[in-house]
């Protein structure tokens, strides 16, 4: 699966050049995650591959709107066709909801304490993540692990998921799917 997922990301997201990440560093590297999750083939890869990194307790899985949304979705599609247990997906915002409620998190309600865990397409500072986390735990869930495609491996990430008391699960780094693009 994993040989499978690296050829996916060399064909179709991965690029060289300049480019600005979204935390704000500058990177000779690219990689665009959706290209891939949002077809069928890869978005039942990758839904499969992080179900097995998601702690049997989790009762839900979340993640910030743009790049989590189709991961959420498929994840709790995988899991409902295995019997796994994750039968919620709940969606962050960037900004609370303009109108209505003014909610921040999109899905079912879900009791306090819950456990869920976060995913991410691409982490390098591991920001959008860390938000989501906040906000999801602002709403009282229990939240100890990230699971994301690719792990850009940025030195300033650990401490930033240490401080958060998160634990890291990625299905590939940026080195492999470079490793993967020159072969």
């Not at 735990?137 to 994301?148: N, Q």
Request: aromatic share 4%; with cysteine.
């Amino acid at each position: 699966m994993k040989d499978k997922l690296l050829k996916l990301l060399k064909e179709k997201s991965y690029r060289t050049g300049e480019y600005k990440l979204s935390s704000g560093k500058t990177s000779e590297h690219y990689i665009n995650c959706k290209p891939v999750i949002l077809s069928g083939e890869g978005l039942e890869l990758v839904s499969t591959m992080m179900l097995k990194h998601i702690d049997s307790d989790s009762i839900a899985v979340a993640g910030l709107t743009l790049g989590a949304d189709p991961l959420v979705s498929g994840v709790t599609l995988v899991s409902s066709q295995l019997g796994t247990g994750i039968n919620s997906a709940l969606i962050v915002r960037k900004k609370p909801k303009g109108h209505g409620t003014g909610a921040w998190i999109e899905g079912p309600v879900l009791p306090q304490g819950s456990k869920i865990t976060v995913l991410e397409d691409v982490i390098t500072t591991g920001g959008s993540a860390l938000f989501a986390v906040e906000k999801l735990r602002d709403a009282g869930y229990v939240i100890d692990r990230i699971v994301s495609i690719v792990n850009r491996m940025d030195p300033d990430f650990q401490d930033a998921m240490d401080k958060a008391g998160i634990e890291l699960q990625s299905l590939v780094t940026l080195d492999e799917v470079i490793d993967a693009k020159n072969e």
